[in-house]
């Protein structure tokens, strides 16, 4: 059974803060995906990572995926409220995007 | 360009009861997968249906089954409902193989 482990689970942190959200597994993921989910809607896709080593970048998101594709990091530089929201990793162990594994996720809020 | 829609959007049963949820793939999407989403969790893949057919299944009991129409269109029973089933249902689309998954806003799922 593949895992996901997020951490942490809550970050509570002041507009221009950084912060760094890591998702950590025993086992090895053909690519990782970040979502970004508001209350009462369902999760939105920020990136897929594929290759090990590879670094993305979203305006203030960068978005890393280990050598090893076992695990990755989001990084949010000068965090605004608007930001707020669960941040959920998800792996996909196959060619199909369809059966993913996500981690448990992180509820930012980022206050004013 | 309509995205993926589910419906009801909340239903509230009596434990015991059955259900019946429904979802609608973003246009051309050919696969739909569900997920179960417990208050304060990431989600847990339930199935994925692609021409008809579950394709692949999560650890989900036999109280969970679906159906996926002709026209793509899928839904979701769950027989004997448990208090434990309370959850948000998700659905999520995609074009076999070939594309991540794009999330409906879910059908919150309560069992008394």
């Known amino acids: 059974t593949q895992l996901l482990e997020q951490s942490p689970q809550f970050l509570s942190i002041q507009e221009g803060e950084n912060l760094t959200v890591y998702c950590n597994s025993s086992?090895?993921?053909?690519?990782l995906q970040w979502y970004r989910q508001e209350p009462g809607e369902g999760p939105v896709l920020l990136v897929t990572?594929?290759?090990?080593?590879e670094v993305k970048k979203l305006k203030r998101l960068t978005f890393q995926f280990g050598d090893a594709r076992k695990d990755s990091s989001l990084h949010i530089t000068a965090a605004q409220p608007g930001d707020t929201g669960l941040y959920l990793c998800?792996?996909?162990?196959?060619?199909?995007?369809?059966?993913?594994?996500f981690g448990q996720g992180t509820i930012l809020t980022v206050h004013p | 360009d309509a995205g993926v829609t589910q419906s009801p959007t909340h239903l509230i049963k009596t434990r015991g009861q059955q259900v019946t949820l429904r979802c609608s793939p973003k246009?051309?999407?050919?696969?739909v997968s569900w997920y179960q989403q417990a208050l304060g969790q990431g989600p847990q893949f339930i199935f994925q249906?692609?021409?008809?057919?579950?394709?692949q299944r999560g650890n989900f009991p036999d109280r969970f089954s679906g159906h996926q129409f002709p026209n793509y269109s899928s839904e979701l029973n769950v027989n004997a409902l448990l208090l434990g089933d309370s959850a948000l249902y998700l659905c999520?689309?995609?074009?076999?193989?070939?594309?991540?998954?794009?999330f409906g806003n879910g059908t919150r799922l309560t069992v008394t």
């Open positions: 999520a689309s995609s074009l076999a193989g070939s594309s991540p998954l794009h």
């Open positions: 086992s090895v993921f053909s690519s």
């Open positions: 990572v594929v290759t090990g080593g």
């Open positions: 998800a792996g996909a162990g196959g060619t199909s995007y369809g059966k993913l594994t």
């Open positions: 246009s051309g999407h050919d696969t």
């Open positions: 249906y692609y021409e008809e057919e579950e394709r």
